[in-house]
């Protein structure tokens, strides 16, 4: 597919694309270029205290970026809800984290995507892609191509023109977030996975 070769050939160079998951739209780079890091904070206009959600295509991927996976959250979470709708926050390998995608913190979120696109985008580039949603920071989630801001667009350096696979099924939800860097586990944000702790 060539649209997948053009994307990956500019999230490799450090470039910013926009491209459809399985919840909603997504705004990414790649997560071991800090300029890029950079540069996708200051078009969402983030603030950088907050930090972005990372997208793996493994478990292998994610435990190189994280402290360490507890079989708990494996069995659990990780092996019901992966590829999914699901991000785990997790204490991470900071040498390994760039300071803007940790907030300035210690944890990272997690999430594996269940949607082709997207999951052959860091399969090809090799690293984690960032993915938070392809809004301006405090704006509406875009869950259809036609939600994207126009101004946002003209800011990156690739637009996908897919579907997110909830948006075709009327589901507008973002990932549920757990945060499992804490004692007992903190749901932060309810969202397509429903969690009962």
């Not at 991470?92 to 300035?104: A, L, M, N």
């Amino acid at each position: 597919m060539r649209e997948i070769e053009r994307a990956v050939e500019i999230l490799k160079q450090g470039g910013i694309v926009i491209f459809p998951t399985d919840t909603a739209f997504g705004i990414g780079c790649r997560i071991d270029d800090e300029k890029a890091v950079e540069r996708l904070f200051k078009i969402r206009k983030r603030p950088l205290t907050q930090a972005t959600p990372v997208l793996v295509d493994s478990i292998e991927m994610a435990s190189d970026y994280v402290q360490s996976i507890p079989d708990v959250v494996e069995e659990q979470l990780i092996d019901k809800y992966w590829p999914g709708a699901l991000t785990i926050i997790l204490h991470c390998k900071k040498d390994k984290v760039p300071e803007f995608v940790r907030g300035g913190g210690s944890t990272i979120g997690v999430r594996m995507p269940n949607h082709p696109i997207t999951f052959k985008l860091i399969q090809k580039v090799g690293v984690p892609i960032l993915g938070p949603s392809a809004n301006f920071h405090g704006e509406k989630t875009p869950y259809r191509f036609e939600d994207l801001d126009s101004k946002l667009i003209k800011l990156v350096d690739y637009v996908f023109q897919g579907h997110p696979l909830q948006g075709q099924a009327f589901l507008p939800f973002p990932s549920t977030v757990i945060d499992c860097s804490v004692k007992p586990w903190r749901i932060v944000r309810e969202g397509a996975i429903k969690l009962e702790l």
